[in-house]
Each structure stands twice: as C-alpha cells, then as structure tokens.
Nanobody
Framework: VQLVESGGGLVQAGGSLRLSCAASGRSGSIRAMGWYRQAPGKQRELVAQIISGGGGGTKYTNSVKGRFTISRDNAKNMMYLQMNSLKPEDTAVYYC??????????WGQGTQVTVSS
C-alpha cells in the first residue's frame, strides 16, 4: 500500500486547511486509518482515526476536538482531514497511516502544516 499526503501549507491562525491522503496498491482488511502529526522536538501524536473494528467510529485527540474532522471516500481510496480554526500549536508534519488486521502499518511521507500567529 502506498499513501501520499497533500494539502499542507502555510496558513494564518484561525484559518483552515484540508489534508488529503491517496491510497494505492494492494492491501488486506483495514482495522484503522488516520492521521498522526509530529512537531519539532516532540513525539509523534495521534490526531484522528477511523476504526473499523469493535463497532467502528472515530477518535480525536482532545486538542483538536471540534476543530478537525476526519473522513474517507472508499470509492476514491481517499482519506481527508479537515482542519478549521487552526492554531500555531497545530504546526507539525502530518502523516496519514493505515493499519491492517494483520498488524502491518503503512505510512505516508508526511506533509508540513505551518500555522502563523
């Protein structure tokens, strides 16, 4: 599975961006998919995910709840992260990922999001 992110960039605080993740290649059954981010000097952080098992659903880290929305378009093999009311602390490299039921994870190369104050 190949994952390619796009949509990052520079935006002022309070602005919006939509990240896209395009998936291609063969894969098995997907257990979860989502977005992580990593800011300079910090650990990678799970931002949002869609879970297929255990009843499914979406999860967000507390700092983005109410501002970010994760979605998927199965027909287009796409995943999105709509980010509104962006804050300088949202500045990071954002990575999309897919986790299969086999335990294998796939990652994109990352896209930079910079929010200026």
């Amino acid at each position: 599975v190949q994952l390619v992110e796009s949509g990052g960039g520079l935006v002022q605080a309070g602005g919006s961006l939509r990240l896209s993740c395009a998936a291609s290649g063969r894969s098995g059954s997907i257990r979860a998919m989502g977005w992580y981010r990593q800011a300079p000097g910090k650990q990678r952080e799970l931002v949002a995910q869609i879970i297929s098992g255990g009843g499914g659903g979406t999860k967000y880290t507390n700092s983005v709840k109410g501002r970010f929305t994760i979605s998927r378009d199965n027909a287009k093999n796409m995943m999105y992260l709509q980010m509104n009311s962006l804050k300088p602390e949202d500045t990071a490299v954002y990575y999309c990922y897919v986790q299969l039921w086999t335990g294998i994870d796939y990652w994109g190369q990352g896209t930079q999001v910079t929010v200026s104050s």
